[in-house]
Structures are given as structure tokens and as C-alpha cells.
């Protein structure tokens, strides 16, 4: 019984061993980093803390005990490095793989970077191999939301340009989840229509011509627009367009596709002043509607109210919006004319 405390305790062989003990167990806990199940297991079997009753482990080993019990322990230690060398072996064996995925299924894939195209532009597509594995389902999520099968559909209620993102999640050889982010967009366009009416291409110098411009496909902010003999300023979905030459002006409307303006056509518009208005008086009877009158018997007492006003305009069925200012006029009278500057 004095044997084993004078080998390992007097001559200082218990802390040796159980420093290799532990530099050992911390190889081992390096060596499984992404299995945190083994790391625990190893530090269990070689565990070098103190025993229940605090003494040192060197103390509780080998302090009065037989040599036939201290060598047991030891060939227990031995056993246990033999297996778990053999184990460790096989995890990292295993883990040289760990990242492959196994494909039973092959398939070829079509990517394309759009399904609509106008003439000049370009197609352009990836084409690749797909393998999959049938006997393990991915998840699949937009955002926050799981999708099935990897089939997202969305109800375009607006139109502009919009972006997804999410992630697929798959296990992998190792029992770990590992995720995958991808990114995409898409663009709603306004359903649309081109209308013509060739006898009525006309825009008139000195007011706003307003045009609701639009290309199928492409988003209204990849929409530009080119006036030759006027000025063009978007406000809204609309373009206010302002000649400022007689004669025709030429409107063109470009589409941003990929990075380049590519022509979408247009076309050339006559410009013409704006026909002479009428002059009206405008009022408010006793029911609070305002009316326009150029021909009709009025009481003095409403000519003398509130909110009575000269005005030139087109009328209430007027079909060109234009605002004029009244600079002169001229009221006739039974007894003559007088010429009345504002």
C-alpha cells in the first residue's frame, strides 16, 4: 500500500500523469469543436478534479491504496484512451464529408434573368445542373414566413419594383441545420393600353398638356421621356409636357432595361395656340352654387354681392382645362361703351 503513494505522490509521477491526462482530454475537446455532446463525454471520462471529499485527484488515486487497485485504474485509463482514439477517428473520418450532400436526382435548370423582352433588348439565362436529394425536404422561408415546397407566390395589388429575401434550411450529413440566404426582385407593371386617335394629336402652347405615359412590363420608374420642342416634368404617375416652338413637337419614350435606355417609340404632335375663350360672370345664387352666366338678366343687388367676378373660360362643359387672368375689358352699356382697366 505504500508502493503506489511513494511512486506517484513522494516522487511527484501522480501530477505528471495527470497533466498528460488533461493535456490529452483538452486535444480531444480541440479536435470536436462542432459536437459540443462529445466535448462533454471527454471531459467526463477524463475528469482530473478533485473527489468528493476535496482531496487533489493524484491523492484520491494513489494515496494507501493497493498496487493491484491502482492498476486497475490505470488499465482502465488505458482502455478508455484506446477507445476513444478509435472514436475520434471515426468522427473525423466522418467529418471530411460533412459539408457534401448526397444527390439522388438530377435535373436541368433554366434561369433567366427576365421573361419579358421588347426588340433590342437582350435574353440572357444561366443554365445548370441540378441535383437534389428526394429523400430529404428542405424548409423554405420568405422572410419569416415557411413556404411549401419552395413555391411563393404574392398578390401584386401595386405596381413599382419589389424585393424578397429569405433562406432555405437543410440538415446536413452531421445533424446540424445549416441555412442558405438568397435575394430576388420583381417589377408590376400597370396593365395598359395604347389608345389613338390620330385627328386629335394635338398640344397646345401656353398651358400644361397632361400624358399618362407607360411601357407594358417595365416599371414606372424605369420610364423616361424626350421632348423635342418642349419641356417635360413628371408629377405623379403623369407628365406635364409644355411646347415652346409652333409647329410639331416629338415626344420619345425610353425604357431603363438592364441598365440601358432603349427607344419605345413615341410620336410627333401638332401644337396649337389656345382657342379665344368667353367672357362670364360668375356668381353664387341664394342655394350656394356658383354659376357662369353671358347672357341673362341680373338683379342689381346680386351684382352688387359678394364674390361676383369677371372671368374668361371655356364654360362648365369646357374640354381643354386652361386658367386665364383678365388683364382689360371693355362693358357696353345702353348709352355707350366704357373702357374699364384692371
Same mark, same amino acid.
Request: hydrophobic share 35%; charged share 25%.
Given at each position: 500500500m505504500d508502493k503506489p503513494s511513494e511512486y506517484a505522490i513522494t516522487r511527484g509521477n501522480? $501530477? @505528471?500523469? $495527470?497533466?498528460?491526462i488533461e493535456d490529452y482530454c483538452k486535444f480531444l475537446v480541440d479536435l470536436s469543436t462542432t459536437n459540443p455532446a462529445k466535448q462533454k463525454m471527454y471531459q467526463s471520462i477524463f475528469a482530473t478534479g478533485k473527489a468528493k471529499d476535496g482531496k487533489p485527484w493524484e491523492i484520491a488515486i494513489f494515496e494507501m491504496m493497493p498496487v493491484s487497485a491502482v492498476v486497475t485504474i490505470l488499465t482502465k485509463y488505458q482502455s478508455d484512451i484506446r477507445a476513444t482514439e478509435a472514436e475520434i477517428v471515426q468522427y473525423l473520418k466522418a467529418q471530411t464529408d460533412v459539408m457534401d450532400f448526397r444527390v439522388n436526382k438530377i435535373t436541368a435548370l433554366v434561369v433567366p434573368n427576365t421573361r419579358y423582352l421588347i426588340r433590342g433588348a437582350q435574353y440572357s439565362a444561366q443554365i445548370v445542373l441540378s441535383a437534389v436529394d428526394s429523400t430529404k425536404t428542405?424548409? =423554405?422561408? %420568405?422572410g419569416a414566413s415557411s413556404i411549401q415546397n419552395g413555391h411563393y407566390e404574392v398578390s401584386c395589388g401595386k405596381t413599382g419594383a419589389f424585393? =424578397?429575401?429569405?433562406?432555405?434550411k437543410l440538415v446536413g450529413n452531421d445533424g446540424v441545420i445549416r441555412s442558405y440566404p438568397f435575394k430576388s426582385d420583381y417589377i408590376v407593371g400597370e396593365p395598359s393600353a395604347t389608345v389613338s386617335n390620330e385627328g386629335l394629336n394635338v398640344v397646345y402652347r401656353g398651358i400644361d398638356n397632361k400624358f399618362s405615359i407607360s411601357v407594358p412590363g417595365v416599371a414606372a420608374e424605369n420610364v423616361s421621356i424626350r421632348v423635342a420642342g418642349g419641356t417635360v416634368q413628371k408629377v405623379g404617375q403623369r407628365y406635364i @409636357?409644355?411646347? !415652346?416652338? /409652333?409647329? /410639331?413637337? !416629338?415626344?420619345? %419614350? =425610353?425604357? $431603363?432595361i438592364d441598365g440601358k435606355d432603349l427607344p419605345m417609340g413615341g410620336g410627333s404632335y401638332r401644337v396649337k395656340y389656345l382657342p379665344d375663350p368667353k367672357s362670364y360672370l360668375r356668381y353664387t345664387d341664394g342655394g350656394g352654387i356658383t354659376r357662369l352666366v353671358q347672357d341673362a338678366p341680373l338683379s342689381k343687388r346680386l351684382l352688387k354681392g359678394d364674390g361676383v367676378s369677371l372671368i374668361a373660360s371655356y364654360g362648365q362643359d369646357e374640354l381643354i382645362k386652361a386658367n386665364f387672368n383678365i388683364t382689360s375689358f371693355t362693358l357696353l352699356t345702353v348709352f355707350g361703351s366704357v373702357n374699364v382697366n384692371g
Open positions: 501522480g $501530477k @505528471i500523469l $495527470k497533466q498528460k428542405p424548409e =423554405y422561408f %420568405v424585393t =424578397y429575401s429569405g433562406q432555405i @409636357i409644355r411646347a !415652346n416652338q /409652333d409647329g /410639331d413637337i !416629338n415626344i420619345a %419614350v =425610353y425604357a $431603363k
